[in-house]
């Protein structure tokens, strides 16, 4: 079983729907979890960062870690063609960061 | 605004050209930096850990006398290819906790290697 496990997609869905992104990982020690948003040929750009479990939100995105499912979930609200991406979950404990493989995220206008 | 500048943003050239990569910290100061291959449609990939004034850490697997790292100053880092081959060819990006080793990594626009 592979460290992290994130669906690659591509998922598309209308303008203004609810996206839910989500990943799940194998090693409890885990305690660090962050989302990245990558537009194709830039770098990752941090989106959210949470430690430890529980919920987290800015604007329209909202995280989610529940460590017991060893799971987390990025949702964003009122979904726009701009948030087009490719997003990765990332996470770490007291080593190097682990990536998702990305799932790839289109919004249709 | 960017927080961690990597230049050059493209670059082409013949096998067995060595290739310099920058990366730097803007606004802060950066003791550790990571260096990351990403091919397409695949996650990313650690290479090494730079470390400012000590020598770097390489994953396993990557040699490093293929991917010299130099992390001369709080803010620079730079990975040289040397002697690219066609093989090499990839996206190669880097980053850099703000604020301390268990922040979150801010990565920068990446490099686009092409060895013909």
């Known amino acids: 079983q592979k460290e992290v496990e994130q669906d690659p997609g591509p998922l598309s869905v209308p303008e203004g729907a609810i996206v839910s992104l989500n990943c799940t990982y194998s090693n409890s020690a885990f305690q660090y979890f962050m989302w990245y948003r990558q537009y194709s040929r830039k770098g990752p750009e941090l989106l959210m960062y949470t430690y430890s479990s529980g919920n987290k939100e800015d604007g329209r995105f909202t995280a989610q870690v529940d460590k017991s499912s060893k799971y987390i979930s990025l949702f964003i609200r009122d979904s726009q063609p701009s948030d087009s991406a490719t997003y990765l979950c990332a996470m770490r404990g007291n080593t190097p960061l682990v990536f998702g493989k990305g799932t790839r995220l289109s919004v249709i206008a | 605004g960017a927080v961690v500048s990597q230049h050059p943003s493209r670059v082409i050239c013949k096998s067995g050209t060595s290739v310099k990569i920058e990366c730097r910290s803007l606004?802060?100061?950066?003791?550790?930096m990571f260096w990351y291959r990403q091919f397409p449609k695949k996650s990313l990939m650690l290479m090494a850990t730079?470390?400012?004034?000590?020598?770097?850490?390489?994953e396993q697997g990557v040699e490093k006398d293929k991917f010299l790292i130099n992390h001369a100053s709080l803010t620079l880092s730079t990975l040289t290819v040397t002697s690219a081959h066609p093989e090499d060819s990839s996206f190669y990006i880097c980053?850099?906790?703000?604020?301390?080793?268990?922040?979150?990594?801010?990565f920068g626009d990446g490099t686009r290697l092409s060895i013909l």
């Open positions: 606004d802060f100061q950066a003791t550790t």
């Open positions: 980053s850099a906790p703000i604020g301390g080793s268990n922040q979150p990594q801010h």
């Open positions: 730079s470390n400012e004034g000590s020598k770097a850490t390489y």
